[in-house]
């Protein structure tokens, strides 16, 4: 059946193509100047709790992000409960809830919708500020039949209203989404892992970002892109998370 699903997907142009360069990638891209190795103890020694940040920053306003986490994961575990696919976790979503509610963006971009964790966090977190859009690029899960029906399963119907969300995959998506904005608060990508896949985004979308804006990017242990990238740009405002046994980079000012 897998193999079925995977034919059907393939026959599509634009998903053909796009399939087949997600294949070469997990084979051939680079991954950067540092080894797994040096990445690891890089990022363990440079980590710093994002608990404690936002506690400094706003602590009624974490707590309650606490709060509206704990409803996301309980609501999607309901929602996924009904489904016989595994369609993995989400990001960083107590921190996109905690930032989107203390920062009050206009407009954030994200890539790597999956089942929706980060989306829902991020739409909750406008509803409640009443104001804000959100632009969302994915890619189907091209082994599971019908695969458009399982992105953003678990955001629920009434915070769609402001939530733009294209399917072909960052390369088709990303330049249709920045050619209808005029600049980007918060830019949270978690979708195609290799190197060349987070230079893309970052390169089309770095020229759209605000001046203040937040990079945020979601498993930096899988390839040294980040580190390359705050070295390359001696950016000296960014910070590294742990969460759920992975690595989350942000680039940009809290305070």
Not at 229 to 249: A, D, L, M, Q, S
Request: hydrophobic share 40%; charged share 25%; glycine share 6%.
């Amino acid at each position: 059946m897998k193999f079925i699903n995977i034919v059907n997907q393939a026959m599509k142009p634009s998903r053909g193509y796009t399939m087949i360069k997600k294949v070469f990638k997990r084979f051939l891209d680079k991954r950067g100047q540092l080894s797994k190795e040096d990445l690891n103890v890089w990022l363990k020694t440079n980590k710093i709790s994002f608990e404690k940040i936002a506690i400094n920053l706003n602590q009624d306003l974490w707590e309650e992000s606490i709060e509206v986490s704990e409803t996301i994961k309980a609501n999607a575990a309901k929602r996924l409960s009904e489904i016989e696919f595994n369609l993995g976790g989400g990001g960083i979503y107590p921190l996109l809830t905690f930032l989107v509610r203390h920062l009050k963006p206009k407009v954030v971009v994200e890539t790597g919708v999956a089942a929706g964790f980060s989306s829902y966090a991020i739409l909750e977190s406008m509803n409640h500020n009443k104001s804000g859009e959100l632009f969302s690029s994915d890619f189907p899960y091209f082994r599971l039949p019908n695969p458009e029906r399982f992105i953003g399963i678990i955001v629920p119907d009434n915070l769609k209203y402001n939530w733009s969300l294209y399917v072909e995959g960052d390369e088709n998506n990303l330049p249709k989404i920045v050619s209808q904005i005029e600049s980007i608060d918060i830019f949270h990508y978690d979708s195609d892992k290799s190197y060349s896949g987070r230079k893309y985004a970052f390169d089309i979308v770095e020229p759209k970002m605000k001046k203040n804006g937040l990079l945020i990017m979601d498993d930096i242990q899988d390839n040294s892109f980040f580190y390359d990238y705050i070295t390359f740009k001696k950016i000296n405002e960014y910070y590294i998370f742990e969460f759920e046994g992975k690595y989350v980079g942000l680039i940009g000012k809290l305070s």
